[in-house]
Structure formats: C-alpha cells, structure tokens
C-alpha cells in the first residue's frame, strides 16, 4: 500500500527476534530486564539487547525499546543511565510513560526519538499536541480511540500516530488501571499487571442480588483484536506504525501474526486465503474483534463465557463409553496437535491427539473426564503450523542487493568497492597483484569467490570486474576482500543513526548536578480539599469545612457557585480521566460563561490540561489520571504552569515525603473515597441488555447502582457516564487517623473523594477537617474511626505497602 507504513512486531526473546524480522516486520519493540511493562516476559540483558540492535540493523529493521512504566524518585538516575545505552547501542526510539523521565531524557538526549506508550492516554488532539510540544516524535494512540478521531488527530498535528492492530486488548484504558495494584499489590503501571479482568465476577443489582444468568461470567475479558480487513482504513486513517500485541507469546505466533499481516500490507485483504485467516485464528484468539477503534461493542468486544485461548472448530462427539470418547472430525487433525473438550460441568479438557485423523473420519481418544455426546472440540495448537511457523525463521530470508566493483592491476593492491543503496564501501588489500606464471586468475573466478554471500544478508546484484590479464592473485586474498567489505557495510548498516559520541565526563558531571538536590523544608498547610460528583452531594456538605472543592457535575452550577462564593472558598470544576474532543469542546463550553466565578479547572488527561489550559486564564489542577509518581514529573508539570497536582494513589509514605523534599507547589493526596480502578469505553451492563453500542446510555437502567462480584465476595460498583464505565473499589480509602502522618510528608492538602456514596458525606468531610484544623481529640479521632470500621470493611491503600 506504502512504503512509509511499519508493520512493528512483538519481541520477547531472540527466537521471536528472529520469527518477526524474517517474516516481514520493519520495526521491533522489545524491553529490558528492568523498567518495562511486561515485566513477566523473557526480555534482554545489555548483551543480548546490543546483539538484538546489530541483528534487527543489518536487515534493515528498526528496534525500540520499552521503558513503559512509572517510576519513583530512587530510580530516575539507574533509568537515565539505562538510556544513556540505549542511545549509545544506537536504539531507534525508545516508548516512555512517565512524564518526568521524558523531560529528563529531552535535556540529556535531545535527539534521541521518544514515543508516548498507549499507558499515557492519549486519546485526543490535544493530548497528541502535548507531547509533540514536549519533543515527543510519535504517540501509541490509546486503543479505544474511533477512527473518525485518528483521521482528526493526523490532520491537525504532525507527530506520527501509532495504532494497535492485533492481538490482546486492556479492558481498561491503559494507564488508568489501579484494579490489580489495589487488590494484589501489583501495578499495571509497573509492569506487575496480575489481569484481574481475565477472572470471573457476577453481576449484581442495585439490592445486591445476582442477576439471573450473570453468575460467574468473565464480563472484564476482552476478545483479541484482529484488524486483518481493516488495515486500508487504519492507514488511511493516518497511523504510520501498524502495532501487533504479543511479548510474551511464543515465536510461532510472531512469525504467524506478522506474516500474514505483511501481505495484507503489500497486497490488500483480498490477497489472504482461507488457509491464511485459519492460521491466525488457529496460533490464538480469544474470539476477535475489531475493536472499539471500528465501534465493536457489547458481546462484539467481550469474551463472557471464557479468558483463555479457544483454538478452532475441529469436530463432534458423537458417541461416549466407559473410557473412550468418539468425535467425529469436521478438519484434519495431526498426530500430537492439542485439542479440548467440555465437559458436563462445563470444565474444559485439553489432550493431545494420538493419532493423524482426517475430515470426515471418526477420532477416537481416551476419555478425559465426564464428557457429553454432541459437545464440540476444538484444536487448541497445531503441530503442522507450528512447524511452518518455524521453518519461516529458520532461515534467512532478507537479502539486500549489491553492486560490486573490482579492480586487479599487475603491480597494484587489489581493491573492491561495494554498493548498497547510498551506502558506498571501498576496500584495499596490502597484497600486491603479480603476474601470473603458471596460474592465471579469470574473470569467472573472481565473480565466483566474490559472490559467495551465502553466511551474510547480501546478495550479488551486478559485479563489474577490471583484471589484466595474466594477473594473480591467492583465492584467499579474493575472500579477504569479500569478508572486509561486508564486514564494513555490516558496521554502517548497524550503526543506523550515527550518533556521535557521548562525552563520559561532561555526562557524569551534568548527571551529578541534576541529581543534586537540596532538600525543600515546607510548611504545614493541613488544608481539606473535597470532590462531590453529584448536587445531592454538595447539599450534604458544609462548606466551613473545606478549603478547596471540586464539582464534578455540571447542572445547577450558577446557583452552586454563587453559594460556595459567598463562604470564599477555593472552587475547581473537575473533569473526568477520559474526554474526547466533542468533550472537551462541551465542558469548554460550559466554563465559558462562569470562568469568572471558579479559580480553576481540575484535569485528569494530558489532552484535557493542554485544551483548558490553552483556552482558560484559570488555575490547573492536575488529578490522578496524569500519574504523577516521581519529582521531575512534578516539577515538569510545574514548569509549564499547573498550580496544584494529586498524587499517583499507588505511593506509599516514603516516597511521598522524598517527592515533597524535591519539589515545590502544592500536592495533594487522597484519603477517603472509593478510588476508580477501571474506566472503560466498553460498558459491562451491554452484555446483560444486549447494546451493540452506547447510544442509549443516558437513559439506561443499569448505568448506576449495578456492580460486579468477585470470587471472595466483594462488590466493585459501576458508574456509566460521558460515553465511559468507572469500576470503584469495592471498599472506601479511610486513612483518617494517619492523617497527621501524610501531612507531616510534606503534602499540602488531603482530598475527601465522593463517587458513589449517598449518606454520611457531612460527617465524614467534619471529621477529617476537624482533625487537619486540631478542632477534635485523637480520642475523638478514634472513636469515630473505630465506629467507622465497624460498619464498613474499609483499605489504607498503598500508604504503608506501595507498588511492585
């Protein structure tokens, strides 16, 4: 279709290296041992990551490394030296998601290519103008982004646009997931991600019943995302990079994914055969998709009934006895491929065939377990592709064509010069050319010796060869040449974007500099900032007892705000983690006629804080959705104008207070709420009603009050507005009595956050700003707490564990 299009493979160890590069991908991603969110796969060492570079290079392959995850202050320095030899093993580009390791990497390495990870959010014009603005050179758009909008995005920005294309999908918008890390201690935002949306829940009412038919279904797992028929419209779209998910899958899926992907590129969907689409299917799917790039929704999009591989249709069993099951073959089966079966409880059963069996025949296999006449089979994995997979990478299949000239004078050093594309070698031998006695060198000789290319990743295009007669020279001498100039070219075509060298004293001094902070002694604030979500909410509070407040609704403002002015109190309105353009334009358009009566806005998205600040004169706030984890994010974000910033909900206490001695402004903390641990564009109440979209939503019975069971029995509630689904944790933060402990770190306000509560909120904002304002008693304190968690299962968070 074009040449300018990468087809950008998953790499998680040498053999998948090999798998996609020889099988068509222009572009790898790969993560190291360390500070990459997959933190579960193989990935390499400094060694085998300078082998990975050259080995992707001489076939003219381009490598990007993953450093995808947040990280806390203690570890910026190891990072910045990691990428320090990124850079110096001359690495592509590398995919960032911390906001403070990209401001450190553009003032160390400015030349150095940054990509935004899918794990920054970005779903919106703004948001791709933000790190554009910021050096980025390209953007993972955020999977749920519509094609509409990727055409919008490209047209009005020039950074490159990377998009998705195969593979498996998050539930929740990335980056914005706190459902592992709050149940398990291990972060998605660090690469630990347990998937607990792969588990089961059961949807439950608003009185707490289990929805009749919804007990125990994987309404969280998604399909995988196949875009085999829509790679035309991708492109068309604008995206430059055609992603496939997958480092932590085998070779063969990479080798069979990426092939079959390549020639839809070169020679359109039509080009696929029948065989082609079972191969994909076959290597893995979970049910495919198209994704909610191209408005797949509901059961489209989900994967209730199963989180794991379903292979393919292969038969039926038509017959059981006491210890042999019977299956009638509807495909070829081969001697040890995998299939499963179901049994009567629903259980599936995977064995591996004993024997070659042929369409059309009967299978007969020893039974595994309680298994049903007329169930159906499936192959799981196939020996026959499997094999094909690997043959496709066995070998070496990239060849680049070149020109050779060779000149062999009497009395001279031989010398040849070699061509590949612009890339020029010449090479000169310290041998001198004699005359020939009893043997002459020919013409057919040297082509012969110089065109022997079969161990490198050449091929012998055209071969000009210059020779006096009666000329000799040792055969050894011609394969010297040939070994030298390859070699040569094998070093140019490594060393990709000839960078020059790194200055090892003027590094370590601005590093020391850098890293040489002094301590900042702050003052005690002790301030209560408080979120309410609806107008009910705000009527319970009383508004003495607050010093900032966040409306996070939009109905009813003029009289809300005139009220809250009179008591002179600090009024943001907030936004949610995930706007799209038409919503950001309507919440704009609402704060137009009231900028005059709030003192800012509260953002949760990149897109968001660069589309108010730009049009707004007003404080910024910057909320949990921008990840704040370290100093330099920060002191980033400072830099460029936010007046206040939440911190990550994942930090504990010591990295709080070495944050707070390392920047200035006012950060805030959460200490009540019920954080959100997933926002989804896909709503889990579509698989109940059957939604083949969210047109409806508003009006929809189930948008509130509904929720989903786990299998220990807790109850996650949902919320469904502004075209997106909050799952909250199904117990509040209440860290009430250490709440002079998070003070004493250096944060200057604790937030009191209300979602989905309807009742108690005036007791609990009284409490919390009694305590910051030393009105009430530590014995107060504790008998409220006390009575608190007698009637509610309550969790401190991450303040005394933190992340892995």
Known sequence: MTEKIELLAP??????????????????????????ARHYASNFDFEQMKEAVNYAHLRDV???????????????????????FLYEIDVDGIILQDLGLASIIRDFFPDFHIHGSTQMTINNLPGAEFLYDMGFTRVVLARETPIDDIKYIHNNTPIELEAFIHGALCMSYSGQCLMSSIIGGRSGNRGRCAQPCRMVYSIVGNKGNILKNWDKKYVLSTRDLNTLDNIKEIIDSGIISLKIEGRMKRPEYVATVVSKYRKVIDEGRDSLSFEDRRDVEQIFNRGFTKGLMFGDFGKDFSSIDRPDNRGILVGKVIDVDKYKVYILLQDDVGQGDGIELVTANGEYKGTIVPYKGKKGSTLVIEKPGYILKDSLVYKTSSIDLLNRAKLSYNKENIKHPIDMEVEIKIGKRPTLRMKYEEKIIDVEIEKIVEEGQKVKLTEEKVVEQLSKLGDTVYTLNSISVNLDDNSYLPVSVLNQLRREATGKLDKLLMNKNNRPPIDEDSYRKKKREFFNYKKINRKMDNSISVKVSSIEQFNQLDLNKLDRIYLGFYNDLDLVLDKINSFGKEIFIWTDKILYQRDLEHIGELIEPIK??????????????????????????????????????INYLNKIGLDSITLSPELNFSQIARINEKSNGINEVIVYGYLPLMITRYCPMSVVKGCKDDKNCNSCSLANGY???????????????????????????FVLEELKEIFSKGISMARLDFTIEKDNIREIQAIHY???????????????ANRFKENNDITKGHFFRGVM
């Open 770 to 784: 009694d305590y910051s304002k030393g009105l009430v008693s530590e014995d107060e304190v504790k008998e409220y």
């Open 707 to 733: 929720g989903l069971k786990d299998r220990l029995g807790k109850t996650f509630y949902t919320e469904r507005k502004q075209g997106s689904s909050t799952i909250y944790n199904s117990v509040p933060l």
């Open 596 to 633: 005059d009566k709030i003192h800012g806005i509260s953002v949760s998205n990149l897109g968001s804080l660069k589309y108010f600040k730009d049009r707004f004169e007003l404080k910024i706030h910057g909320d949990i959705g921008l990840n704040v984890f370290n100093s330099s994010t």
């Open 11 to 36: 790499v998680g160890s040498f053999e998948a290296l090999y798998a996609a590069v020889q099988n068509g991908a222009n572009a790898v991603y790969l993560g190291g041992k360390a500070f990459n």
């Open 62 to 84: 381009k490598v990007y490394v993953t450093v995808n995850i947040l990280l806390d202050d203690t570890e910026l320095e190891e990072a910045l030296d990691y990428i320090k």
